[in-house]
């Protein structure tokens, strides 16, 4: 594996109203919490998927959440390779209750390193066994979570992940 850090930016659920306002909330997360990532990956619910190809900062790569009807060009699922780690990419679907069996039956018989997701707009960083679970959250619509939120991946010797809370941030910035 690298001896170089990658950082990965995660999002999802984001359900901009427009590529204007998807934009403009990029551009705040660029300049701050994802400031220098390599990456960018998206767990679906875009809404209006031009956002993510007007996104110059990085590479970006995005799943089809169930609020994408329009974007054809997403596949459902997708396993990214980074850093000698594999990567599951999957929106989620159903009730809350047990999405992370659901999401998990969707990659059956895969290695993988870690698996984002999103659907609930709760975030999640734990380890499942070797497995990392990290769902973002949303940064747009916390529903029931407790703060707005995005996700970090770390990928050096270990791959690790970060859940970071907007709220705490704007308040600090005020």
């Not at 990965?8 to 990029?26: C, K, N, P, Q, Y």
């Not at 590479?59 to 169930?66: D, E, F, H």
């Not at 989620?92 to 290695?111: K, L, M, N, P, Q």
């Amino acid at each position: 594996m690298s001896d170089k850090l990658v950082r990965i930016g995660v999002v999802s659920d984001t359900h901009f109203e427009g590529v204007a306002a998807g934009l403009d909330f990029f551009t705040g997360l660029f300049d701050d919490v994802f400031a220098g990532i390599d990456l960018l990956l998206h767990a679906g619910d875009i809404v209006h998927a031009d956002v993510l190809t007007a996104i110059t900062g990085c590479p970006v790569l995005a799943v089809r959440g169930n609020c994408d009807a329009a974007a054809d060009d997403l596949p459902n699922q997708r396993i990214v390779s980074c850093s000698g780690f594999r990567i599951g990419m999957i929106h989620g679907w159903g009730t809350t209750a047990d999405i992370e069996h659901r999401v998990c039956s969707a990659f059956s018989g895969e290695h993988l390193d870690a698996l984002i997701y999103g659907h609930s707009h709760f975030p999640v960083c734990r380890r499942e066994g070797h497995l990392l679970l990290l769902n973002p959250g949303s940064p747009t619509d916390r529903r029931q979570s407790p703060f707005h939120s995005v996700g970090l991946l770390h990928l050096g010797q270990r791959l690790s992940g970060q859940i970071i809370n907007l709220d705490s941030r704007s308040r600090g910035k005020h």
